[in-house]
C-alpha cells in the first residue's frame, strides 16, 4: 500500500513571497490533516478536512495561510504572503478510520 | 480541551539498558493515547495506541506503554535499547468520540542511544 505522498521534500524562500505544498493521501482514507512542526516542538494541526470539507480550521491562520481539498483527494496547503516564523515542517497525514493518522514524510520550508 | 506533557526533553540511554520515556496528558473526556516515533528528516510513524481494552499496550520495534488513568500517564518503556531506537518520540492524545478526530502533541523527547 503506497504511503502519504507529500512534495516538495525541501522548499526554501524569500519572506513575502508565497508557496505551495502538495499531499496525496493513501487511497480511499477520506479524512486528510495538514500540521505545521516547527524546530523544537511537536506537530500542531492547521486544518482538518473530511473527504472535501472542512472539519477543523481553528488553528490555521487564515489571513496568510489557505489549504483546499478538491474530489476529495489531493491537497493542496499554501502560504502568502510567508513570513518568517513560518519555517518549519509541513506533515500530510491521512486516515481511514477514526483515530488512525498516517504521516507522509513531510515538507520542510525555510524562509529566508 | 486536551494537552500533554513529556517529561524530559533530552533523554539519553547505554545500549542495553532500560528506556522510559514520560508523557502526562489531560482531557476532559476519556481520552485515545498515542505514541509516534520521528527519524531525522522523515515524517511520524505509530508505535503504539491505547484506545480501550487493556491498558498495556505493545507496539513494535519492543516498545510498550500502560496507560495509568489515575495518574494521567502514558509511559513508553522498552527493556533494552539499541542503537536504532535512537529519535525523537512524540506523545499524542486524542478525544475518544466524535468526527473530529483531532490529535494533540506533546512537544518530543530526543533519545540518544551511547555504544
Known amino acids: 500500500e503506497a504511503g502519504v505522498a507529500q512534495s516538495p521534500r525541501y522548499k526554501i524562500i524569500e519572506k513575502r513571497q508565497s508557496v505551495a505544498f502538495w499531499c496525496n493521501p493513501i487511497s480511499g482514507h477520506a479524512t486528510l490533516y495538514w500540521y505545521q512542526q516547527i524546530l523544537g516542538q511537536g506537530p500542531k494541526l492547521l486544518i482538518q478536512f473530511q473527504n472535501n470539507g472542512v472539519v477543523d480550521d481553528s488553528q490555521l491562520p487564515k489571513d496568510r495561510f489557505s489549504a483546499e481539498r478538491l474530489k476529495g483527494v489531493d491537497s493542496t496547503l499554501k502560504i502568502q504572503p510567508a513570513k518568517l516564523e513560518d519555517s518549519a515542517v509541513y506533515l500530510c497525514?491521512?486516515?481511514?478510520?477514526?483515530?488512525?493518522?498516517?504521516f507522509g514524510q513531510g515538507t520542510r520550508l525555510t524562509v529566508v | 480541551a486536551q494537552s500533554v506533557t513529556q517529561l524530559g526533553s533530552h533523554v539519553s540511554v547505554s545500549e542495553g539498558a532500560l528506556v522510559l520515556l514520560r508523557c502526562n496528558y489531560s482531557s476532559s473526556v476519556p481520552p485515545y493515547l498515542f505514541w509516534y516515533v520521528q527519524y531525522p528528516n522523515q515524517g511520524l510513524q505509530l508505535l503504539l495506541k491505547?484506545?480501550?481494552?487493556?491498558?498495556l499496550v505493545k507496539g513494535i520495534n519492543g516498545f510498550e506503554a500502560e496507560f495509568k488513568k489515575s495518574e494521567t500517564s502514558f509511559h513508553l518503556t522498552k527493556p533494552s535499547a539499541h542503537m536504532s531506537d535512537a529519535a525523537e518520540y512524540f506523545c499524542?492524545?486524542?478525544?475518544?468520540?466524535?468526527?473530529?478526530?483531532?490529535?494533540?502533541f506533546g512537544k518530543g523527547t530526543l533519545l540518544t542511544v551511547n555504544p
Open positions: 499524542a492524545v486524542s478525544n475518544s468520540g466524535g468526527s473530529n478526530y483531532k490529535l494533540t
Open positions: 491505547y484506545t480501550t481494552g487493556a491498558t
Open positions: 497525514a491521512s486516515g481511514g478510520q477514526i483515530n488512525e493518522a498516517f
